[in-house]
């Protein structure tokens, strides 16, 4: 029991922290980790212990970028982080796939995800 309060803990903190990034990349980055959570729950428990450590990882960068974001102005802030060669090596086919996908749709001029924040 306390392996699936940690995953669910990780999980609702990620999407704690997208509240914090732009309106696009919140849409964009909470479909892609409820996802990639779902798709893992039944995963081996090797690849759960890489899933988690990916994700934890994740999560300090995020963290750490989103606190920089509080300090500074949001616009001069980047959120994410360089992918060495050696972590791209370690993907399989389908992760690289899906690293594309996701390059494909931030850097894209009319992202899937346009949605306006209304006037407060």
């Keep these: 029991m306390a392996h699936v309060s940690r995953v669910r ?49 994740y999560k300090d960068t995020l963290q750490t970028q989103v606190l920089e974001a509080s300090r500074e102005r949001l616009s001069t802030v980047k959120f994410g982080a360089i992918l060495s060669e050696g972590n791209l090596g370690n993907l399989q086919e389908e992760q690289i796939g899906q690293l594309y996908e996701l390059m494909l749709e931030t850097t894209k001029p009319n992202r899937q995800f346009d949605i306006q924040e209304g006037d407060k």
């Design 9 to 57: 803990s990780l999980y609702k903190r990620i999407l704690v922290l997208h509240r914090f990034l732009p309106i696009d990349l919140r849409a964009l980055g909470d479909q892609y980790v409820k996802d990639e959570f779902r798709r893992h729950k039944k995963a081996s428990a090797e690849e759960v212990k890489s899933f988690m450590t990916e994700w934890e990882n």
